[in-house]
């Protein structure tokens, strides 16, 4: 095959490709799935579940993994206490076989964990965990400053 016989073959593959490309882009596509029922029910199922779940990804302190005897009694009176001191916060026990694990906080960001954290280190201790939270809504109001001092 010579040279010229590849050009002219490379220019005509080039001109079918770029006239089948604008014709498909022209066209309407429809599309009909044809499949089981069940498939469609629980793809329905999974939409709803998540338009129910209100939580978004961010930031709790665990404060205790407690496993053991009396570790469940122990674990509700560790949350009890620290509602008590702290009821501006949620406390969460979650359990993890073997473990009850005592969680607190629901933290948008990680550096607002921090900063609590370095509040109750003393009596608490505790470390910064990713977690799935229930945000409370944003109050638009506090991002607006008081006075032009404040910019």
Known sequence: ???????ALSIITALLLTTTLSAQQNASIFVEVKGDVKVADMVQKHIEFNERVQTIPGYRIQIASLSGANSKDRAFELRDRF???????????????????????????????????QSIKETYGGYIIKDNIYPAPLDFNDLVPESEDDF
């Open 1 to 7: 095959m010579t040279a010229k016989t590849k050009l």
């Open 83 to 117: 509602v008590a001191e702290h009821s501006e916060l949620q406390a969460y026990i979650i359990f993890d076989e073997p473990n009850f694990k005592v969680k607190v906080g629901d933290f948008r960001t990680r550096l607002e964990a921090y900063r609590f954290l």
